[in-house]
């Protein structure tokens, strides 16, 4: 107890250098949690970017591939699984609801996404449902027509154009736009905008399955309706019976009983001739993320080397001030304190020094991540869960604190050496 009160003097009649260490070591600290916290969250967050689904079918092939094109809305599917399938599958007993997805067309780069009603009932990303910044869900052309003409964009391409409800849009035949690619003959009215959640679905265009059909009628072989007129076609006449997609690109299913979800995935598989897959969009996501975990772990090694090389500046900061206690070393020597005992004063204060650092890194470290929650939920699709460091980030500061005691085992050698040398007779400078 009277080393730790020394050591605790001594600091603070140099406190100056040993605040502007702490603040550094309390940096490197806050660098290496937030990195292995936001490491941990991202992987759920990515793991749960689509939650209350119980699994996603489509054509049979690649389970990474209809996970991109589904629920990231990225690439395209090589085939489409057929409507009658999903008509199938949705009368399933342990089927409580399936959710078509139908894609495509973009908008200025955004993907299009043909859908029911339901998805806005149905669609989670870390177990929130959607909301809505503006305006509502486009309407059943079934019941009114007039929803055929009706559009809802994500939170991410409203702000990107500035788009507000009742704005008219003209969506892209296919991904790529130029002369005649444009559904300029079937223009969108926007009546309403999701709320941000981070989730792909921000960077969506989201209309009715019918109206998906009805821009593409009269196409054929990319060629637009208006060209085909142009050159002498007669146009096709609009009949809302018309409209069902023969073919859809995925479905999401929901289960009365997860319990269940192998025997309906076997049932589900056995349709259509076997023509089709389904995915535990869970298990399948885990996968996915293995292909950026050389990314993940390249953080962490970059959060451990900065952590580092602040534990190396504390030593530095000790071994640069020693030539300045050679007097109060040798006052120590005086008092009866054996040579070890003042190597261990030494590493005793550079380990205060380095959980002062700790300390404050951790609590810095939670107040950003609770003042940024919101933003790197909606922004990033990072949902935070602030809280106690895991086990493997307490593993890397009990690590940090070996190497800040190692490091300082050059000044504490330096004070065992000055404290034989000087004894009773310190230098008089």
């Known amino acids: 107890m009277m080393w730790l009160n020394l050591a605790l003097r001594s600091a603070w009649s140099r406190r100056q250098a040993l605040v502007m260490v702490i603040v550094s070591v309390s940096v490197s600290v806050l660098i290496l949690l937030g990195v292995q916290q936001l490491r941990e969250d991202a992987k759920r967050s990515f793991s749960n970017a689509l939650s209350g689904v119980d699994l996603i079918v489509g054509p049979r092939g690649s389970a990474t591939e209809l996970m991109l094109y589904s629920v990231f809305q990225i690439g395209r599917p ?45 669609f989670k990303s870390q177990g929130r449902g959607l909301q809505w910044a503006q305006g509502r869900a486009f309407a059943d052309p079934l019941t009114q027509p007039e929803a055929l003409s009706e559009v809802v964009l994500g939170a991410e391409v409203a702000k990107r154009f500035g788009h507000k409800l009742n704005d008219k849009l003209v969506l892209t035949h296919g991904q790529s736009s130029g002369l005649g690619t444009e559904h300029e003959d079937h223009p969108m009215t926007v009546v309403g905008i999701l709320a941000s959640t981070g989730a792909p679905i921000d960077r969506s265009v989201i209309v009715s399955l019918q109206a998906f059909e009805a821009i593409h009628v009269g196409w054929g072989m990319g060629i637009s309706p208006s060209a085909f007129k142009a050159a002498g076609g007669a146009q096709q006449a609009l009949d809302i019976k018309d409209l069902q997609p023969s073919s859809l690109s995925a479905v999401w299913v929901g289960l009365h009983n997860r319990a269940e979800v192998f025997s309906v995935r076997r049932k589900i598989e056995s349709l259509e001739r076997g023509q089709l897959m389904a995915v535990m969009p869970g298990v399948a996501l885990d996968e996915l993320w293995q292909i950026v975990k050389v990314v993940e772990n390249t953080l962490l090694l970059v959060g451990m080397l900065v952590a580092v090389s602040a534990m190396l500046s504390v030593a530095a900061v000790l071994l640069v001030a020693m030539a300045g206690r050679r007097k109060e070393l040798a006052i120590l020597r005086a008092m009866g304190a054996a040579p070890l005992a003042l190597m261990g004063f030494v590493l005793l204060e550079s380990l205060l020094v380095c959980l002062a650092g700790i300390v404050l890194g951790f609590v810095l470290c939670q107040a950003f991540l609770l003042l940024g929650q919101d933003l790197l939920r909606t922004e990033f699709g990072v949902l935070v869960q602030a809280g106690w460091p895991p086990l493997q980030a307490w593993w890397a500061l009990g690590a940090l604190c070996g190497v800040a005691l190692l490091a300082s085992l050059v000044p504490a050698w330096r004070a065992y050496s000055l404290s034989l040398s000087d004894g009773l007779h310190p230098p008089s400078v």
């Not at 090589?78 to 973009?106: H, T």
């Open 78 to 122: 090589s085939r489409n699984m057929g409507y009658e399938g999903y008509e199938a599958l949705a009368q399933l007993s342990q089927v409580q609801w399936a959710v078509p997805i139908q894609l495509g067309d973009s908008y200025l780069g955004h993907p299009v996404l043909g859908s029911t009603p339901a998805i806005f009932a149905h």
